[in-house]
């Protein structure tokens, strides 16, 4: 099978054909792919101007490759390098609106910033985690028990929990 006959399963069963590095991606796809909500990817167009994908009717917005490799490189000095939005805003300026791949972590001051800016508390004891109590769901009301979207989703979470409670494990050792 060539690339161009290449499918990949979409949420809910259907298949969609892959699409060339160079076309438009939704803003749900740049999500997907950089492991980002879509509410950081429209908060961060607010902080970083360079950030401009095209928007059609509704709104619906469109991001070039450009914007998806600049949206990669903000999230890589965000998260793994310690910026913070002034620094990576900082950044932006002092390289006319682009961010070159030489740039050295983020200072221990800059760091310290950066995780006040996301909350993140460092000197706070870690407390243990309480056990989860399973209980049982109280029944739906006016939803069909076969519907199979609930099923889907029963299913998600039951993984999650799963995921979860392995995590846990892994910590508490």
Do not use: C
Not at 18 to 47: D, G, M, N, Y
Not at 79 to 95: A, D, F, M, S
Not at 116 to 136: C, F, K, S, Y
């Amino acid at each position: 099978m060539s690339d161009d006959e290449d499918h990949g399963a979409e949420a809910g069963g259907r298949a969609r054909p892959k699409k060339s590095p160079t076309a438009f991606r939704t803003i749900s796809e740049v999500a997907e792919e950089l492991h980002i909500p879509q509410h950081v990817l429209r908060f961060w167009e607010t902080k970083f101007p360079q950030v401009k994908p095209l928007k059609r009717g509704g709104g619906r917005r469109y991001y070039r490759p450009d914007d998806i490799a600049l949206l990669r490189r903000i999230s890589d000095l965000l998260y793994i390098q310690g910026y913070t939005i002034k620094g990576v805003q900082r950044l932006l300026r002092e390289g006319g609106g682009k961010l070159s791949d030489d740039i050295p972590p983020a200072t221990p001051d800059e760091r310290a910033a950066a995780e006040a800016e996301r909350g993140d508390v460092t000197d706070e004891p870690v407390l243990p985690i309480p056990e989860l109590q399973r209980t049982e769901m109280p029944p739906m009301r006016n939803v069909r028990r076969t519907d199979p979207e609930i099923e889907r989703l029963r299913s998600v979470l039951e993984e999650t929990l799963h995921d979860l409670e392995a995590l846990r494990a892994l910590l508490s050792k």
